[in-house]
């Protein structure tokens, strides 16, 4: 019983302050760097094309829990800067643009865009005053020719995404900022071998009619 007055108590104090937090891009947030063996690699270069709406959009996400916080998150320059940073670990270098004046000169067109956010708060069994934040990321990938046409599209769900209760607070805020940095990353990692498979699966059409026009 006191356990639960003082979560009540605590999360009463957040309500009536009307915490506000807004989840930016922030690079040292990014997990470090995967080894990918050469055969795994994508081919190429990257350019990870957005448009100045992809850039600009926020998501103001739901909770999927009673919470004293209300988010908004950077979508937009989140999807751009960690796919940067993905796909300058798996291919051979990546850049970014708005436009396609350049993409010819890319092996990979890449669209980045996370369509929806979700954040709450479990609390354990016994109450107390810790709970663990927990986020959900739903990202589509577009992978376009160089005009602008769509090769492959593919919707990735990252199920939700914790690392251990925190206590009821501030630090909230941070812990699920560095969660949804994470499960972001771990999208655009599932999104890095799918294109590896499509440049395998492209590679092997293109020899097989190489060898029937012999």
Known sequence: ??????????????FLEGCAASI????????GGP???TM??????????????DDNRLITPGPTSVTPF????QAGVMAREIAMTVFSRVADGAD?????ANAGRYAIVLRPQIENLEYGFTHPERLGIEVTPQVRVAMRITLLDPIGRVLLEKDYDSGP???????VGEKLV???????????????LRAADDIHLFQQTEAAAAKAGQTLDR
Do not use: Q, W
Request: a positive charge; charged letters at 20%; zero cysteines.
């Open 1 to 14: 019983m006191l356990s639960f007055l003082r979560v009540a108590a605590v999360l009463a104090t957040l």
């Open 96 to 100: 970014e643009s708005n436009d396609f």
């Open 35 to 37: 080894t990918i063996p």
């Open 174 to 188: 941070r812990r699920t900022d560095v969660l949804t940095h994470e499960a972001i990353y771990d999208l655009m």
């Open 70 to 73: 209300k988010m908004s998150v």
């Open 161 to 167: 995404v914790s690392n251990g209760p925190s206590i």
């Open 40 to 53: 795994n690699r994508v081919r190429g270069r990257v350019l990870i094309y957005t448009t100045p709406t």
């Open 24 to 31: 930016a891009y922030r690079a040292a947030d990014v997990p």
